[in-house]
C-alpha cells in the first residue's frame, strides 16, 4: 500500500488537504495580533475566565510539537515507521493546541495582569511558534499529497525552528510564572555561569563629576536636594539641577568661580553657622571631597572632565590618591551588599506565592508582586515580609486575596511609591492606613469595591499623583470633587498599568 492510497482513502488528511491555503493565510496574519490593542480596552469577565485557562492549555503543543518532531526524527533513523495519518493527526491537534494557547494567551495579556518585557517576548515567541508550524503543517500535507524531496525537506526545516521557538517560548513563560531563575536555580554549580565579579572602571575612564563628586554628593546631600524633595528649591540629582540653583537666587554653580558657587561657599562656612550645609547634625564633606569639588567648578565644572587631568594636576594630586582608594572599597562594598540583597530576595521569594525582584529605577529597592494570579497570597503572607517592608518601593498585588486588613502591614512600607491593588476584594476601608505613605504617588483601585466614602482618604495621600478606579462603584461627582480638591492628582477611570 503506497502512500498515495493512504491518502486517498483517509478522508480526514484529504479533507485537511483541500483547507492547506488556509494555513498559510493564518501564518500571514499571525504576526498582525499585537497589533489590536487589547491592553486598553474594558474587558469582560469571559476573558478573564478564558485567559487562566492558558497556563493549561500551553500543554498541549508543547508536547505535540516536540512528538511531532521525534516521530520524524525516529523514522528518519528507520528505527519506527509512522503512518501519514497518525503524524497528521499528532500535527493537527498540535496546531489547534498551539493557536488556542494563542488565543487565550491573548486574552489573559488583555487582562492587563501582565506586561513588561518578558511578557513581550513570550508573546512574539507564540506566535513565531504558530506561524513555522503552520507553514510546517501545510508542507506535510502537501508532501502527503505528492513525496517530493524538497517539500519534504521543508516540512522538516519549519518542524525544526517550530521547536526552537517552543523551547524558547516555553522559556519566558516559564520565567513568567516560577522566575527567571527556575530551570537553573538547582543547576550543579560548575555548569553555572560564575557569579558575576565587581569590575572597577579602568581609572582612565573615570570622569571627575560622575565617578568622584556624585558618589559623595549622593550620600550627604541629595537625601534632602532631589526631584522629590528639594529642599530650598534645589535639584542636586543632575547637572542641570547645580546650573539651576535654588530659591535663594544666588548662583549654585558658576562653572570656573568658586568664590560665586552656593555649593562650595556653603560647605566652607563654619560649623553651626545657619547656612552651612548639609545642616548640622548630618555628615559635613570632608576637607578631600571639598577640594576635589573646589577644583573641579575652578577648572569650569565641566562633567567631561577625566579624572587624569586631575591626577597630573599638582594642585590636588595628594588628595585623589587616598580618595580614590577609599572610594573603590565603598563601591565595593556596596556592590557585594546588593549582590547579597539580590541573593537573599531570590531565596525568599522562590516556591512561594509572591516574587521579589529589584525596582530597577527605585534606587535599588525591592519589587513585590505575585507569582501568577489568581494569587492565594493573603494578609498573613505579609507579615512575613516585614523585615524587607522600608526596602519596598513598589507592591503588586493585583489579583490576590489581600484585604482592607491587610492595609494596615501596606502602610508600614515607607519607602512604597506604587502600589496596584487591581482585582482584590477590598472596598477601601483599609485606605486609611495608606494615608501615612510619605512617598506614594501612584495608586490603582481598579475592579474593587471601593466606594464613595472609603476613597475620601485619597486626599489625606500628600504625595499621591495617579490614581486608577476603572470599573468601581466610585461615582462621577465623587471624582469631580477630587479633581476639584486635588488639582495635581490625575484621576484615571482607564484601568492602568501592571508592572
Ligand atoms: C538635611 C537636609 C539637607 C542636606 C543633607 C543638605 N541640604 Fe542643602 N539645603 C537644605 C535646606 C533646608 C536648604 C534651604 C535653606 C537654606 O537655604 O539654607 C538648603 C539649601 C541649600 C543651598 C542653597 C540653595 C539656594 O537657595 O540657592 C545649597 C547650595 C545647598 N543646600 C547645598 C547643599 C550641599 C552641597 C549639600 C551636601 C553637602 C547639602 N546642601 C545637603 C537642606 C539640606
Known amino acids: 500500500m503506497t502512500d498515495h492510497h493512504t491518502f486517498k482513502r483517509r478522508t480526514l488528511l484529504s479533507k485537511a488537504y483541500s483547507y492547506r491555503y488556509a494555513l498559510l493565510v493564518l501564518a500571514v496574519l499571525l504576526p498582525l495580533l499585537p497589533l489590536i490593542p487589547l491592553q486598553n480596552s474594558k474587558v469582560p469577565d469571559t476573558v478573564f475566565f478564558l485567559g487562566r485557562f492558558h497556563p493549561l492549555i500551553v500543554h498541549f503543543p508543547i508536547v505535540l510539537v516536540g512528538l511531532a518532531l521525534v516521530f520524524e526524527l ?10 501519514k495519518v497518525l503524524q497528521g493527526f499528532v500535527l493537527g491537534i498540535g496546531l489547534l493546541g498551539s493557536l488556542a494557547a494563542l488565543t487565550m494567551g491573548m ?8 506586561s513588561g518585557d518578558l511578557v513581550y517576548a513570550h508573546l512574539w515567541g507564540g506566535i513565531l511558534l504558530s506561524i513555522t508550524f503552520c507553514v ?9 499529497k505528492k513525496e517530493r524531496p524538497i517539500v519534504h525537506t521543508s516540512y522538516l526545516s519549519f518542524l525544526i525552528v517550530a521547536n526552537i521557538a517552543l523551547v524558547y517560548t516555553s522559556h519566558q513563560g516559564g520565567s513568567l510564572t516560577h522566575g527567571a531563575d527556575y530551570l537553573t536555580e538547582y543547576m550543579p554549580s560548575w555548569t553555572k555561569p560564575a557569579a558575576e565579579e565587581y569590575h572597577p572602571k579602568p581609572l582612565e575612564e573615570m570622569l571627575v563629576y560622575e565617578d568622584m563628586i556624585i558618589p559623595f554628593m549622593d550620600k550627604k546631600c541629595m537625601s534632602c536636594h532631589n526631584s522629590n524633595k528639594s529642599k530650598g528649591g534645589l535639584v542636586m540629582t543632575h547637572y542641570e539641577g547645580l ?6 537666587g544666588k548662583p549654585t554653580l558658576n562653572p570656573g568661580s568658586v568664590d560665586e558657587s552656593e555649593l562650595i561657599q556653603r560647605v566652607l562656612l563654619p560649623e553651626g553657622h545657619d547656612d552651612r550645609m548639609p545642616p548640622e547634625g548630618k555628615s559635613p564633606l570632608t576637607a578631600e571631597e571639598i577640594s576635589i569639588m573646589e577644583w573641579w567648578v575652578a577648572e569650569g565644572a565641566s562633567t567631561d572632565l577625566k579624572l587624569e587631568s586631575a591626577r597630573s594636576d599638582p594642585k590636588i594630586e595628594p588628595f585623589i590618591a587616598d580618595y580614590l582608594q577609599r572610594l573603590e572599597q565603598q563601591q565595593k562594598a556596596k556592590y557585594m551588599q546588593e549582590q547579597a540583597l539580590e541573593s537573599m530576595i531570590v531565596q525568599v521569594a522562590n516556591d512561594k506565592k509572591f516574587q521579589l525582584g529589584m525596582d530597577k529605577y527605585g534606587d535599588g529597592k525591592i519589587a513585590l508582586s505575585m507569582a501568577f494570579p489568581p494569587s492565594s497570597f493573603e494578609d498573613k503572607d505579609l507579615t512575613e515580609l516585614q523585615p524587607l ?6 507592591a503588586s498585588l493585583v489579583a490576590s486575596g489581600i484585604s482592607d486588613d491587610g492595609l494596615y502591614h501596606i502602610g508600614q512600607m515607607d519607602g512604597l511609591k506604587e502600589l496596584y491593588l487591581q482585582q ?6 483599609g485606605l486609611v492606613y495608606l494615608t501615612e505613605l510619605p512617598n506614594l504617588q501612584l495608586l490603582n483601585l481598579s475592579k474593587t469595591r471601593v466606594d464613595d466614602g472609603n476613597l475620601l482618604h485619597v486626599l489625606k495621600m500628600d ?14 461627582e465623587v471624582i469631580e470633587a477630587l479633581k476639584k480638591n486635588r488639582p495635581k492628582l490625575r484621576v484615571s477611570l482607564e484601568r492602568g498599568n501592571f508592572f
Do not use: H
Open 424 to 429: 482584590t476584594s477590598i472596598d477601601g476601608s
Open 107 to 114: 486574552f489573559l495579556y488583555a487582562t492587563g495582569e501582565y
Open 463 to 476: 504625595s499621591l499623583e495617579e490614581l486608577y478606579l476603572n470599573d468601581t462603584e466610585v461615582s462621577k
Open 389 to 394: 517592608f522600608s526596602q519596598i518601593s513598589k
Open 74 to 83: 525516529l523514522q528518519k533513523f528507520q528505527w519506527v515507521t509512522i503512518s
Open 243 to 248: 546650573l539651576k540653583g535654588g530659591k535663594s
Open 136 to 144: 510546517a503543517c501545510y508542507f506535510f500535507l502537501e508532501n502527503a
